[in-house]
């Protein structure tokens, strides 16, 4: 007498596509909506702190060691930087200041009072951890 073998379930294969496609258009749709913030300048190598918080530097006014101002790359003038700032409707809008390590404490007091008089708001001043 012959008798037939039981069926084994038959296993179906899981199809990874649809994931393939979801994780890669989140990947498109996290780099488009992700904000870049513009590096910082070249020539301006930062105040080192060791307990500061981590943030990331949005386009900041840079001091460099022999006290020019860079704004964007190019050089500028405290006074032209906060009038375009005031054009831009930031009268008393956050300062960001990324200032060289070198250059000499008494020319950064100098610095921060020009600002204050020109109408700046409040002043944050962007360090690197170590």
């Known amino acids: ?67 020019r101002f860079r704004a964007a790359g190019e050089d500028v003038t405290i006074e032209t930087w906060l009038a375009g700032r005031e054009a831009e409707g930031g009268e008393a809008a956050p300062v960001t200041l990324a200032v060289d390590r070198e250059l000499p404490a008494d020319r950064l007091i100098d610095i921060l009072t020009r600002l204050r008089t020109g109408g700046a708001g409040p002043i944050e001043i962007v360090t690197e951890r170590k």
Request: proline share 12%; hydrophobic share 50%.
């Open 1 to 67: 007498m012959r008798l037939s073998r039981p069926r084994a379930p038959r296993r179906f294969s899981e199809n990874t596509i649809p994931l393939i496609n979801v994780v890669f258009l989140m990947l498109i749709f996290f780099l488009i909506a992700g904000t870049l913030a513009p590096p910082l300048d070249p020539e301006v190598s930062l105040i080192a702190t060791n307990d500061a918080e981590g943030a990331d530097p949005p386009a900041a006014l840079s001091v460099t060691a022999d006290g």
